[in-house]
């Protein structure tokens, strides 16, 4: 079955530093990748998704995501935090034959000033 | 324009109230998705909506009763609920399925901003 597993629940950074928020895939198909971010008391917005056209992907608010294969992961990453990045981030995948989506269990990501 | 609505934003019910939550979108999706997430937890499906025709139900009780009316709206009917059904739920649409003929695989899933249920 497909899944992903996000490692670590809690992620905290300094302002200005660089975000890296883990995620790794279980597949024996080729898998479609989403990172979605929920802000307190909101609904989900999807920041990128992978689509097997390009391994590295740049979402909105300067978030990018690399796919690797060997690795079996599609970590998160944005050069410098802003405040404004503190939310929930979960990283998602889906079959290609299935409308299903798989969340992961989440990872809160705080910025320190 | 990428959004989904639904009202109300928040719900307190006793246990033997009936109420609805109310979900649109004004894209043309022909998919429409339930969510129920509990705090600090992922959202998990509840039900699946394709041309306005349930497609999955993933063993919700039969306390929650979806309905498509038309395209562009979906309804959650509540009835008899817990208290442990107390939980924010979410509406998502996308163009299709993701698997059909017509829609590409990677179809995503736009999320409303949820209704937030209380059951007393």
């Known amino acids: 079955a497909q899944s992903v597993t996000q490692l670590g629940s809690h992620v905290s950074v300094s302002e200005g530093a660089l975000v890296l928020l883990r995620c790794n895939y279980s597949s024996s198909v080729p898998p479609y990748l989403f990172w979605y971010v929920q802000y307190p008391n909101q609904g989900l917005q999807l920041l990128l998704k992978y689509t097997s056209a390009a391994t590295l992907v740049k979402g909105i608010n300067g978030f990018e995501a690399e796919f690797k294969k060997s690795e079996t992961s599609f970590h998160l990453t944005k050069p410098s935090a802003h405040m404004s990045d503190a939310a929930e981030y979960f990283c998602?995948?889906?079959?290609?034959?299935?409308?299903?989506?798989?969340f992961g269990s989440g990872t809160r990501l705080s910025i320190r000033p | 324009d990428t959004e989904v609505t639904q009202t109300p934003k928040h719900l307190v019910m006793g246990m033997t109230n009936k109420k609805s939550l109310k979900c649109e979108q004004h894209m043309g999706h022909r998919a429409m998705y339930w969510y129920k997430q509990k705090a600090k937890k992922p959202p998990e499906l509840m039900f699946v909506?394709?041309?306005?025709?349930?497609?999955i139900n993933e063993s919700v009780p039969s306390r929650f009763s979806p309905e498509c009316p038309n395209s562009s709206l979906l309804n959650l009917h509540l009835h008899a609920l817990q208290p442990e059904d107390s939980a924010l739920y979410l509406c998502?649409?996308?163009?299709?399925?993701?698997?059909?003929?017509?829609?590409?695989?990677?179809?995503?899933?736009?999320f409303g901003p949820g209704t937030r249920l209380t059951v007393l």
């Open positions: 998602a995948v889906r079959r290609s034959s299935a409308s299903k989506i798989i």
């Open positions: 909506y394709s041309y306005e025709k349930l497609s």
């Open positions: 998502a649409s996308s163009q299709g399925l993701g698997y059909d003929v017509y829609t590409p695989t990677t179809d995503t899933q736009y």
